[in-house]
């Protein structure tokens, strides 16, 4: 980052699929331009290129921002909202039905409710255990096939949450199809935690778990499936997932192992008694034991504005990661099981070992005032940019980090872009989860374009967004430690003030003249409650407040949250 601008766009970030020279170890130095001879020396002396680490950077993959400028595609059936040329589709990840044990509703029970509330996908993640592998993955499968020809607006995932081995949980889904039951049954019988041996080493757990992930994308290779991706679940709830792993799960097939949770589900947990449950946003009540990674504080065991704290904290793990260029994006979602104020039970005489399953739910005329959950779409939304109202559209733009997150639907819409500085022509500028290349000593700029929100949300108030924050990190290349979760060069470098209450505001931060690889995301609140972040106010002024067990009511503070964009030199 530094001064000045230049107009030249770089169409290498706008339409670019190959691999530039530069970035091909097979072409030797000697055959380079001296363009690219100085650019690979560059991002070698960065520690940015070679010796694998551009197998596991924005390095290696050029044009994975590129598709700036799609054209909106009109679908017969399909939701979402037009923005940036992208259809935003709003969905959630993970979400359990009666094939759970710890949960009650049928698949269309929850495809009804969060279709009613605005999503337009979704996947079940029932629980991975031996009665869903033996059983479960196999019957749910009839149900999700009726859902699909029920609700043709929504588009409906089989996926299951994955027991890591040694580590805590994760969405896995594919692409539907005639292998999707096959794919999932024999990654689960053979990769979930809960079907291993009690005497397996921490060694022996983290090899498995990677084995799984790179089981997933040999059956896309070999055309299993269309699609298989995986996003870690709650990764700090219990501190078992080390930074390490997740480093790991992301390098075992960065096509597959894409994200994690930036907030968790489980929302309604934290509305205080005597109204609601009294407790833990996301359940995020534990503390420390003998399985968790001893370097996490004891903060990160709690949320802070509902957001898990690898997410929340400025220059913090999530950082740490986008500061050696790894693509890995955050989400939020629902986990839902059993939902707020609902009147309903588990069927009468269920008999889940044996069948695999509760009988359908009943109504008890009972709300329940302690369950921790909201349906689907009632509270968080992961917003996806993609190409048309289909399931591969979806996971490409997962799989892309077009994603921003919102609670209590904060705001109505977002368009973040990077540009070279003046250049406002629409079709052009880097989307998120993009990376814009240009030449050294090029002056960038970011743009936002946020749709202010003018509708009731669910809780039947029209939410205000009341500061937007910039957050820029230097790009220094893989870490020695992979147990690092630190970003020392990313804070907080503007912040807006809204004072605007409808219609749209435009927004844009000169990120100066480019001298050194950056990345850039944006988050924005109410303003309700804030405090300085984990890492001093010097990095985070006015961060998320920690959410405090007893009094965290989820509508008291609304966060929305982007996945970056990378600026690097070409």
Not at 2 to 17: F, L, N, V
Not at 210 to 232: C, N, P, S, Y
Not at 372 to 390: C, E, I, K, L, M
Not at 529 to 538: D, E, I, N
């Amino acid at each position: 980052m530094g001064h000045g601008h230049d107009h030249d766009h770089s169409s290498e970030a706008a339409a670019g699929t190959d691999v530039p020279e530069a970035l091909d170890l097979s072409i030797p130095d000697s055959e380079l331009s001296p363009s690219d001879n100085s650019r690979r020396t560059f991002l070698r002396g960065a520690g940015l290129l070679g010796a694998g680490a551009a197998a596991a950077s924005v390095f290696a993959r050029p044009g994975a921002a590129a598709a700036a400028g799609l054209p909106h595609t009109h679908d017969q059936h399909g939701g979402g909202d037009a923005k940036g040329g992208f259809k935003w589709l709003a969905g959630d990840h993970h979400i359990h039905t009666q094939y759970s044990s710890d949960a009650q509703y049928r698949v269309l029970d929850q495809a009804k409710h969060g279709h009613a509330y605005g999503l337009d996908w979704l996947v079940i993640t029932d629980h991975g255990s031996v009665a869903h592998a033996k059983i479960g993955v196999d019957k749910v499968n009839p149900d999700i096939l009726k859902t699909r020809a029920a609700l043709k607006g929504l588009l409906t995932f089989q996926g299951l949450e994955w027991n890591i081995p040694g580590a805590e949980h994760a969405t896995v889904f594919v692409h539907p199809g005639k292998n999707e039951v096959d794919v999932l049954k024999q990654f689960e019988n053979t990769y979930d935690g809960s079907l291993q041996p009690a005497t397996n080493t921490t060694e022996q757990n983290e090899a498995l778990a990677i084995q799984g992930i790179k089981f997933l994308g040999e059956q896309v290779k070999h055309r299993k499936v269309d699609g298989a991706l995986f996003l870690a679940n709650h990764p700090a709830r219990r501190g078992v997932d080390s930074p390490h792993e997740i480093r790991n799960w992301r390098d075992a097939d960065p096509s597959v192992a894409i994200g994690f949770e930036g907030a968790p589900g489980h929302q309604a947990a934290g509305i205080p008694a005597p109204n609601g449950r009294g407790g833990a946003r996301g359940y995020y009540d534990n503390n420390p034991s003998a399985a968790s990674f001893p370097g996490y504080p004891l903060e990160s065991y709690r949320t802070w504005g509902g957001f898990d704290w690898m997410t929340s904290t400025v220059g913090g793990l999530w950082d740490s990661l986008l500061a050696e260029g790894k693509t890995w994006w955050i989400t939020v979602n629902s986990d839902s099981h059993v939902v707020y104020l609902d009147q309903s039970v588990n069927g009468a005489n269920s008999d889940f070992n044996t069948n695999g399953r509760y009988n359908d739910p009943e109504y008890s005329g009972k709300p329940l005032t302690t369950a921790g959950d909201f349906w689907p779409g009632f509270y968080g939304r992961t917003n996806v940019g993609a190409s048309s109202f289909a399931y591969k559209s979806v996971m490409d733009g997962l799989r892309a980090g077009r994603v921003w997150v919102d609670h209590g639907r904060l705001i109505k819409g977002l368009d973040a872009r990077v540009r070279q500085t003046g250049d406002r022509r629409s079709y052009t500028g880097t989307p998120l989860g993009g990376v814009l290349q240009v030449k050294r000593g090029t002056s960038t700029e970011l743009t936002l374009d946020i749709d202010l929100q003018d509708l009731p949300n669910w809780a039947t108030f029209i939410p205000k967004l009341k500061r937007v924050d910039v957050i820029v990190g230097t790009v220094t290349g893989p870490v020695t430690n992979k147990d690092n979760f630190v970003a020392p060069d990313t804070r907080v470098v503007k912040s807006f003030e809204i004072t605007q209450t409808s219609g749209s505001v435009s927004l844009s931060f000169d990120l100066g003249r480019l001298d050194k690889p950056f990345y850039v995301r944006v988050r924005g609140t109410d303003g309700n409650r804030t405090q300085p972040g984990l890492l001093g106010a010097a990095v985070d002024p006015t961060g998320p407040k920690l959410d405090v067990i007893g009094d965290a009511d989820p509508w008291g503070d609304l966060w929305f949250y982007t996945n970056p964009i990378w600026v690097l030199p070409r």
